[in-house]
């Protein structure tokens, strides 16, 4: 293997490697944890395979529980290992050369079935004692590597990948591996297994042996309790530790002892044992990937606090466990203790990654965090341990149900969660969400966002692709929001668009951000959709950027921006709108941009609207510009519905609409001198429009606007719509009087006479 890898100096904060060898050395951690998922089983004493095993050669519940609780210990070595370690010159080198010898050591206590019955005990644990000294020795220099390789923008998300995928080959693997022990459970069954652990367990090490290590800032010569206090001055760290310890600690005092109860009390066969523990396992496959995501986009600390109540049922319910029920409730048990654990662990170890100084030799902190994990974890046992000895064989009677020795064990661990929930208030997560915040992530349709989000994963046609990104901003769920954000980059155009109209609809002020930055970029073929979308979200910081896309060279930007500049309103969207419209003539746009202001009621585009309204032809267009003058007058639902109506239909709701002028003008507080020629003309309209006259019909509108146009003492808005009739007529031609014509010479009186009676 060259050196060229440990030559590379290291950058403040960040990995020496480049990033291609970055992504070497993380796919090599990866198939390092595998290897080791599998080599795992054999030096476990709490798994199924090594407590099979231990009870197969003659050890007992309380050997078991003592040997777990004392192997746990070794962790308390990683801080003089760290010492040590701070001498060698090639890490990586010595880091293989004891692996090697760790899993061999794990391996042959198998080999231990073949001493005399009263010394089996003895010399497992001397075998298993060699194991766990080598690997702990080993593992804070290993931490030390993957936390100076890892990018800290991806640690929450790498953490969550890495443990989904050694659980994996865990589930695999043990499934087989008990399957196998069903059918062979005699000596030379486990003796295939144990062999199949050691030859992953040297493989894992061969890749360790391929992996880059970056040359890193060394520590300082210190003492061994020099080291060891160095972390704890660290506030922030000290209550990350206190957390870990006291919930290893609970955790384990009863976790040590499923698979025991589960062999002997509840009496399954290693299959049944293996499947119960592959639901955990698998329940944290799942959870992995997405406690990972959590974790980077909200924090460590919210995920960890909403986690530790529903272990407390977890660890519940085996309280209740009987060979009755056992077939539905230990399924659920071990869902919720997978999930919740999985989320604890990631959220730990991504914060922990956090606290400890990037680019340096930073061991002593994983040495000192592996001291205080290996007190939680031997600890655990060893009090659970020290109650199973205290608790008669026969049991315990509690509130009339008879509780056996390892049930009690799982009712008091319960209760001490409350120590861990407790501490968790005391961790330092800065820039973290809060739980409140959190749960109301957990909003909308989560199994249609679930479903599409897998479905987004797998898809590999464009076509999918946008079907479960409309699907995820269907779900309306804030979960979505981010992959939505993902897909605005999709290679497929028709992705983006979706998840730029799904981001609209769903209204995430978290959008906003990715959505301007899609606004600016000239390249981008989602402008459209990404202003439409800004329109939609409503907030301060996209007016600007919107105002700016007024001016884009793609008219269908500007269209898409004058339209969702009406949505948000606001003055300075207002003002653009009209700079706009009463500027430079924009034939492209000028519809929408009359649309925009009108629904922000600015009377003033009513002259540059008709004025401009003669360069249209297309009907569609024409109806648009009228409908948004008829929309600042204050009728915007009349214009469309007449135009739509059919003529039977139209001509009954103009009889009653210019019935209502009439009517409406005789109530009117207008001055005297012109209330009569108002009001008789205004009949005089009715009955011409119902002839369909519509000549004679405009002639009368025509006077009375004019009556009304230049009376000064008239509101706002009559005025106005007078001035749309005058103006409208200026250039209207007989054709235009018949549909288009009359139907807004009615919407712009019937605003004139209510108005008149609704002063402003």
Same mark, same amino acid.
Request: with cysteine.
């Given at each position: 293997m060259s050196e060229q890898y440990e030559e590379h100096a290291i950058s403040p904060g960040g990995s020496a490697l480049s990033r291609q060898q970055t992504a070497h050395a993380l796919r090599h951690f990866v198939l390092m944890g595998v290897c080791w998922a599998v080599y795992g089983p054999n030096a476990v004493v709490s798994g199924p395979i090594m407590s099979g095993f231990a009870l197969k050669v003659g050890l007992t519940q309380a050997q078991i529980g003592f040997l777990a609780s004392t192997l746990g210990l070794f962790g308390v070595w990683q801080i003089v290992a760290s010492h040590l370690m701070r001498r060698v010159r090639n890490k990586r080198r010595?880091? @293989?050369g004891l692996g090697l010898i760790e899993v061999t050591a794990g391996s042959l206590t198998f080999s231990t079935a073949l001493v005399p019955e009263g010394l089996r005990f003895y010399a497992m644990a001397a075998l298993l004692c060699i194991a766990y000294l080598l690997g702990n020795t080993i593992n804070p220099t290993f931490n030390s590597w993957l936390s100076n390789v890892l990018p800290s923008d991806m640690r929450g998300n790498f953490t969550g990948r890495r443990m989904m995928y050694i659980s994996i080959t865990s589930i695999v693997y043990l499934y087989v591996a008990s399957r196998w022990l069903d059918w062979n459970s005699e000596l030379p069954g486990f003796a295939v297994v144990f062999a199949i652990g050691w030859i992953a367990g040297i493989l894992g090490y061969v890749m360790m042996s391929l992996t880059p290590y970056p040359q890193i800032e060394q520590e300082a010569g210190a003492?061994?309790?020099?080291?060891?206090?160095?972390?704890?001055?660290?506030?922030?760290?000290?209550?990350? @530790?206190?957390?870990?310890?006291?919930? +290893?600690?609970? !955790?384990?005092?009863?976790?040590?002892?499923?698979? #025991?109860?589960?062999?002997?009390?509840?009496?399954?066969?290693?299959?049944?044992?293996?499947?119960y523990t592959n639901i955990t396992i698998l329940s944290q496959i799942i959870a992995y990937r997405l406690w990972g995501v959590f974790v980077q986009r909200y924090g460590s600390k919210p995920i960890t606090q909403l986690s530790i109540t529903p272990y407390i049922i977890a660890l519940s319910t085996w309280v209740f466990i009987t060979p009755e029920n056992l077939w539905w409730l230990i399924p659920i048990s071990r869902v919720i203790a997978g999930v919740t654990w999985s989320g604890v662990e990631i959220a730990n170890a991504t914060l922990l990654y956090k606290l400890v100084p990037a680019g340096k030799e930073n061991s002593s902190y994983f040495a000192n965090w592996m001291f205080f #994990?290996?007190?939680?974890?031997?600890?655990?046992?060893?009090? *659970?341990?020290?109650?199973? *000895?205290?608790?008669?064989?026969?049991? @315990?009677? @509690?509130?009339?149900?008879? +509780?056996?020795?390892?049930?009690?064990?799982?009712?008091?661990?319960?209760? +001490?969660?409350?120590?861990?929930?407790?501490?968790?208030?005391?961790?330092?997560?800065?820039?973290?969400?809060?739980?409140?915040?959190?749960? *109301?992530?957990?909003?909308?349709n989560l199994l249609g966002y679930a479903y599409n989000y897998a479905l987004f994963l797998a898809a590999f046609s464009d076509n999918r692709r946008a079907e479960a990104t409309r699907g995820l901003g269907r779900s309306r769920t804030p979960l979505a929001v981010e992959k939505l954000v993902d897909a605005l980059y999709d290679l497929s155009p028709t992705v983006r668009s979706e998840a730029a109209r799904s981001l609209g609809e769903m209204g995430r002020a978290e959008a906003v951000d990715p959505l301007v930055q899609e606004l600016y970029d000239d390249e981008s073929d989602i402008r459209p959709e990404a202003a439409q979308a800004l329109g939609k979200i409503g907030t301060a910081a996209s007016i600007e950027a919107l105002v700016s896309a007024l001016d884009d060279e793609d008219p269908r930007v500007r269209t898409s921006a004058a339209m969702a500049l009406g949505e948000l309103g606001g003055e300075g969207a207002q003002e653009a709108l009209y700079e706009r419209i009463s500027g430079d003539f924009q034939k492209t746009t000028f519809a929408a941009l009359l649309d925009g202001a009108s629904r922000l009621g600015d009377q003033r585009i009513i002259g540059p609207a008709l004025r401009h309204l003669p360069e249209f032809r297309t009907p569609v267009l024409r109806m648009q510009i009228i409908?948004?003058?008829?929309?600042?007058? !204050?009728?915007?639902?009349?214009?469309?519905?007449?135009?739509?109506?059919?003529?039977?239909?139209?001509? !009954?709701?103009?009889?009653?609409?210019?019935?209502?002028?009439?009517? +409406?003008?005789?109530?009117?507080?207008?001055?005297?001198?012109?209330?009569?020629?108002?009001?008789?003309?205004? !009949?005089?309209?009715?009955?011409?429009?119902?002839?369909?006259?519509?000549?004679?019909a405009a002639e009368h509108a025509h006077k009375i606007a004019s009556v009304v146009a230049h009376n000064r003492r008239m509101p706002p808005t009559p005025r106005a719509a007078a001035g749309a009739i005058l103006d409208y007529l200026r250039n209207a031609t007989p054709d235009m009087l018949v549909d288009e014509g009359s139907i807004f010479l009615v919407v712009c009186l019937t605003s004139l006479a209510r108005y008149l009676n609704e002063p402003e």
């Open positions: 010595l880091c @293989v003492s061994v309790a020099g080291a060891f206090a160095q972390p704890l001055r660290n506030r922030s760290y000290r209550s990350l @530790v206190a957390f870990m310890c006291s919930w +290893l600690g609970v !955790g384990m005092m009863s976790g040590v002892f499923y698979s #025991v109860y589960m062999l002997q009390n509840l009496g399954l066969s290693y299959a049944q044992v293996a499947i #994990v290996a007190l939680g974890s031997a600890g655990g046992p060893l009090i *659970g341990g020290l109650l199973r *000895g205290l608790i008669p064989d026969s049991g @315990v009677s @509690v509130l009339g149900m008879q +509780l056996a020795p390892l049930q009690v064990v799982f009712a008091i661990s319960a209760m +001490l969660c409350l120590i861990p929930i407790a501490l968790s208030f005391r961790l330092v997560d800065t820039g973290s969400a809060s739980p409140r915040y959190l749960l *109301g992530q957990f909003r909308g409908n948004a003058v008829c929309r600042v007058l !204050g009728e915007p639902r009349h214009f469309y519905r007449l135009l739509m109506a059919d003529r039977l239909t139209r001509a !009954g709701l103009l009889e009653g609409m210019t019935a209502r002028i009439v009517r +409406l003008l005789e109530q009117a507080p207008v001055p005297p001198r012109i209330e009569l020629p108002m009001v008789r003309l205004a !009949g005089l309209f009715r009955d011409a429009i119902a002839k369909d006259d519509y000549a004679a």
